[in-house]
């Protein structure tokens, strides 16, 4: 029987390697028979080794059954898994929101806005150490996302370990292997995990704003621009941001719902987010606020265990006087009494 | 011919089908919503909690309304927190003053439209007939 003519070169390249490298570790000419008699014609020569140079295909060989992608680079959809579990990983801070149709000239006036808005939100300032922090406000986005790919990447992200797959040996451990996919398969989700809580959030249209690093002034100036909530993140007054009040961009806001937040790899619903924007002075002023905390209690607990020592010190010394009073006062009864007696 | 589509280029390699017929479709996906009639819609109110997945057809409603909608319709959305059970809420106002009660947990979006266009559809019919 001929060999078949439809098996793809890549198949019958890749055997051919296997058995010529089998045959160097092995008992060589039985194993070189064999090869003679099912590998593809060009590639075996009874008697001698294929010599791998030969085998080796070009850089820039391309396989018939798959041609190269029509699509853009950032389209494709392997490209957005990998872009979306890396921005997963490394952004602490995202907020999702529901847009509902909201049109191009719209989005447009929202990003605009929302620039605007981090503009104005000061830098930061120098650490005590000298070190100035890098201006995140730059690197503020709101994106659009793709719903159905992002949910499988934050199934990746939270179930998916590679160091875990060490053991295995022969196995790619990257975000679009096989491995990864039979493990997110496999995961059983619980409702209290994080992905159980993101699942939810991700149904419809979802746009994200993803902050690099988690800062609550830029947050709240998110939050004041994109969902303004009366007493504590008011909306610009229309004298100070009048772009803020264009129609197009208001009717661009009114299609914006707040639905969460995934703060350090959490679930925050609303509430959780506005707190987190609520911060103030951001992480310094938390462990500022710690400070003055321990600080107090500190000084609490020495004032309470003072008060009794100073308390017996205090009634002693009181007793002292008194009775060095009385002795006193005895004294000058009896020497009254001596004069009276003279 | 690659002048016209420059980012067909590496398809062109290797063409699979013919390029007139790779020209003729657009490379992004346009996913058809099924349209809604909502001319005769004058307010919308809900209330879901966005964590939890019986929200899913109330949500997606409010994605149904096209991009005019808040010059025609009056839209009203207030969130519930996490923790609360309270029922989501989807009540929608027509302009012969009908009131729906729509609960879109048991209903899903596809029963939430039919039920919508099905009044819709019978205001419609009247106002041709008015018209006409």
Same mark, same amino acid.
């Not at chain 1, 194993?31 to 085998?55: E, F």
């Not at chain 1, 998110?222 to 961009?249: C, E």
């Not at chain 1, 060095?324 to 009254?336: H, T, Y």
């Not at chain 2, 927190?81 to 009908?98: H, V």
């Given at each position: 029987?001929? @060999?078949?003519?439809?098996?793809?070169?890549?198949? &019958?390249?890749?055997?051919?390697?296997?058995?010529?490298?089998?045959?160097?570790? %092995?008992?060589?000419?039985?194993?070189?028979?064999?090869?003679?008699?099912?590998?593809?014609?060009?590639?075996?020569?009874? /008697?001698?080794?294929?010599?791998?140079?030969?085998?080796?295909?070009?850089?820039?060989?391309?396989?018939?059954?798959?041609?190269?992608?029509?699509?853009?680079?950032?389209?494709?959809?392997?490209?957005?898994?990998?872009?979306?579990?890396?921005?997963?990983? &490394?952004?602490?801070?995202?907020?999702?929101?529901?847009?509902?149709?909201?049109?191009?000239?719209?989005?447009?006036?929202?990003?605009?806005?929302?620039?605007?808005?981090?503009? =104005?939100? @000061?830098?930061?300032?120098?650490?005590?150490? /000298?070190?100035?922090?890098?201006?995140?406000?730059?690197?503020? =986005?709101?994106?659009?996302?793709?719903?159905?790919?992002?949910?499988?990447?934050?199934?990746?992200?939270?179930?998916?370990? @590679?160091?875990?797959?060490?053991?295995?040996? #022969?196995?790619?451990?990257?975000?679009?292997?096989?491995?990864?996919?039979?493990?997110?398969?496999?995961?059983?989700?619980?409702?209290?995990?994080?992905?159980?809580?993101?699942?939810?959030?991700?149904?419809?249209?979802?746009?994200?704003?993803?902050?690099?690093?988690?800062?609550?002034?830029?947050?709240?100036?998110?939050?004041?621009?994109? &969902?303004?909530?009366?007493?504590?993140?008011?909306?610009?007054?229309?004298?100070?941001?009048?772009?803020?009040?264009?129609?197009?961009?208001?009717? /661009?806001?009114?299609?914006?719902?707040?639905? %969460?937040?995934?703060?350090?790899?959490?679930?925050?619903?609303?509430?959780?987010?506005?707190?987190?924007?609520?911060?103030?002075?951001?992480?310094?002023?938390?462990?500022?606020?710690?400070?003055?905390?321990?600080?107090?209690? /500190?000084?609490?607990?020495?004032?309470?265990?003072?008060?009794?020592?100073?308390?017996?010190?205090?009634?002693?010394?009181?007793?002292?006087?008194?009775? =060095?009073?009385?002795?006193?006062? %005895?004294?000058?009864?009896?020497?009254?009494?001596?004069?009276? #007696?003279? | 011919?690659?002048?016209?589509?420059?980012?067909?280029?590496?398809?062109?390699?290797?063409?699979?089908?013919?390029?007139?017929?790779?020209?003729?479709?657009?490379?992004?996906?346009?996913?058809?919503?099924?349209?809604?009639?909502?001319?005769?819609?004058?307010?919308?109110?809900?209330?879901?909690?966005?964590?939890?997945?019986?929200?899913?057809?109330?949500?997606?409603?409010?994605?149904?309304?096209?991009?005019?909608? *808040?010059?025609?319709?009056?839209?009203?959305?207030?969130?519930?927190?996490?923790?609360?059970?309270?029922?989501?809420?989807?009540?929608?106002?027509?302009?012969?003053?009908?009131?729906?009660?729509?609960?879109?947990?048991?209903?899903?979006?596809?029963?939430?439209?039919?039920?919508?266009? *099905?009044?819709?559809?019978?205001?419609?019919?009247?106002?041709?007939?008015?018209?006409?």
């Amino acid at each position: 029987m001929p @060999p078949r003519l439809t098996c793809s070169a890549r198949s &019958s390249v890749g055997r051919a390697l296997q058995r010529t490298t089998a045959s160097s570790t %092995g008992v060589p000419t039985l194993i070189i028979q064999n090869a003679a008699k099912t590998a593809s014609r060009q590639y075996a020569t009874a /008697g001698s080794p294929v010599p791998l140079a030969a085998l080796r295909l070009p850089d820039d060989y391309i396989p018939p059954t798959q041609p190269p992608s029509a699509r853009r680079p950032e389209q494709r959809k392997a490209q957005l898994l990998r872009a979306y579990t890396a921005m997963l990983r &490394s952004t602490p801070l995202m907020l999702f929101f529901q847009h509902n149709n909201l049109t191009a000239v719209e989005w447009a006036a929202v990003r605009r806005e929302l620039r605007a808005a981090l503009a =104005e939100v @000061p830098p930061p300032v120098a650490g005590p150490d /000298g070190s100035v922090p890098v201006d995140i406000s730059s690197s503020i =986005e709101f994106q659009v996302l793709r719903t159905r790919i992002f949910n499988v990447a934050c199934k990746i992200v939270d179930y998916f370990k @590679p160091e875990d797959q060490a053991e295995k040996s #022969n196995t790619y451990t990257h975000d679009l292997s096989k491995t990864a996919y039979e493990s997110i398969r496999e995961a059983t989700v619980d409702e209290s995990s994080t992905y159980g809580q993101i699942n939810p959030l991700i149904i419809g249209p979802i746009a994200a704003v993803t902050f690099p690093s988690v800062s609550p002034a830029h947050l709240a100036a998110v939050l004041r621009t994109l &969902s303004p909530s009366s007493p504590a993140f008011p909306a610009p007054t229309r004298r100070k941001n009048p772009g803020y009040h264009d129609p197009i961009a208001q009717s /661009g806001f009114q299609k914006l719902i707040l639905v %969460g937040g995934r703060i350090e790899g959490k679930a925050f619903d609303n509430d959780g987010v506005k707190w987190v924007g609520g911060i103030t002075g951001g992480l310094d002023g938390l462990r500022a606020q710690l400070v003055s905390l321990l600080q107090n209690a /500190g000084l609490g607990l020495t004032t309470a265990l003072e008060g009794h020592s100073k308390g017996l010190w205090l009634a002693l010394e009181g007793r002292r006087t008194q009775l =060095e009073e009385e002795s006193n006062g %005895g004294k000058k009864e009896v020497d009254a009494e001596k004069e009276t #007696n003279v | 011919m690659s002048s016209e589509n420059p980012g067909l280029q590496s398809s062109l390699i290797f063409p699979i089908c013919p390029p007139d017929k790779t020209n003729a479709q657009p490379l992004t996906t346009q996913v058809d919503l099924p349209t809604m009639i909502t001319r005769f819609i004058t307010e919308v109110n809900t209330r879901f909690n966005p964590f939890s997945m019986r929200s899913r057809a109330t949500r997606l409603f409010l994605s149904y309304l096209p991009p005019n909608a *808040r010059t025609q319709m009056q839209v009203n959305t207030t969130l519930i927190p996490r923790t609360s059970t309270e029922p989501n809420i989807l009540r929608i106002k027509f302009k012969d003053g009908r009131e729906m009660n729509l609960d879109g947990e048991t209903l899903g979006i596809k029963g939430i439209i039919e039920e919508v266009d *099905r009044h819709s559809r019978a205001l419609q019919k009247q106002a041709d007939l008015t018209e006409g």
